[in-house]
């Protein structure tokens, strides 16, 4: 069984203290992976935190407003890769075989904004025995410089890649919540919570829980977001949270 997960940056960092790894909850999370039946058939993708979105709010980068700005560039994707090997580290201490795999290396946005993300490294470590941590990212973007490229589009991206059986988002809160405040079970249409739905509470340029949402419906797979005392349960084989059951973007 093969597993898509996306640690989100919100949960493995201090997201409003610049640069700040949320050590804590760093090593709950790899944990739980490490003690999981999964093993090695996941793949994971890790956000931006406190590590992407301070640079790139301060350059005004987005997933739709670039830059061409070299300093930006190297700052924003710098402290991503930073973030990154903490994460590789935390997995690395408690005997996952995790290994970097970074975006901005591989992946393009067309004029149109259409990503292209080669996979072809992704499947081959995992089907050598790796567990490849990949992260939000800038992407080179014709016409644009370079944009932010989000970990939930990498999600999107790479569980077909991989025909994952299970796709899992973790972040700060229990799952998509309704004007109440109550997690919502499943959603099959952006409308049906699209009132609902706000960006994040922290610095964020990639439109926090409602572009999460938006991302996941355009999976064909059914993905579930959820916190992170629910990680565990999700790796058991468990739909805690919201599951978002995509149409395939049709
Ligand atoms: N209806 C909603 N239900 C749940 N969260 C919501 C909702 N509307 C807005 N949010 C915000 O979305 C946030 C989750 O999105 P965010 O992008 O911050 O998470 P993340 O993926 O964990 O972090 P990162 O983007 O750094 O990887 C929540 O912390 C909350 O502030
Ligand atoms: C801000 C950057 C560079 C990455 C954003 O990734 P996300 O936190 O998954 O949206």
Redesign the pocket.
């Known amino acids: 069984m093969t597993v898509v997960l996306?640690l989100?940056?919100?949960?493995i960092?201090e997201?409003d203290e610049p640069e700040t790894v949320d050590r804590a909850a760093l090593s709950a999370a790899v944990s739980a992976i490490a003690e999981s039946a999964v093993g090695d058939d996941i793949v994971l993708v890790?956000?931006?935190?406190s590590f992407?979105?301070h640079h790139a709010a301060e350059y005004g980068v987005s997933t739709t407003a670039g830059t061409h700005d070299v300093a930006g560039v190297q700052a924003i994707h710098g402290a991503m890769c930073r973030l990154n090997d903490a994460v590789v580290d935390a997995l690395t201490e408690q005997g996952v075989p995790a290994v970097p795999v970074h975006p901005f290396s591989a992946a393009t946005r067309d004029a149109d904004g259409d990503l292209s993300l080669p996979t072809g490294q992704v499947t081959t470590l995992l089907e050598e025995g790796f567990v490849p941590v990949l992260h939000?990212d800038l992407v080179a973007h014709a016409g644009a410089g370079a944009t932010v490229l989000?970990?939930?589009e990498l999600v999107v991206e790479l569980a077909p890649a991989v025909d994952a059986d299970r796709v899992g988002?973790?972040?700060?809160?229990s799952?998509?919540?309704?004007e109440d405040g109550a997690v919502v079970d499943s959603i099959e249409s952006f409308e049906a919570?699209a009132a609902?739905?706000?960006?994040?509470?922290?610095t964020?340029v990639?439109?926090?829980?409602?572009?999460?949402v938006r991302a996941l419906l355009a999976l064909s797979a059914p993905a579930v977001v959820f916190g992170p005392d629910a990680l565990p349960a999700f790796l058991a084989g468990e739909s805690p949270g919201t599951t978002i059951a995509g149409d395939g973007g049709d």
């Open positions: 996306k989100g940056g919100s949960v960092t997201k890790h956000g931006g935190g992407g979105h939000g989000s970990g939930d988002v973790c972040s700060t809160v799952g998509v919540l309704d919570v609902a739905l706000g960006g994040s509470d922290a964020d990639s439109g926090g829980m409602a572009g999460k």
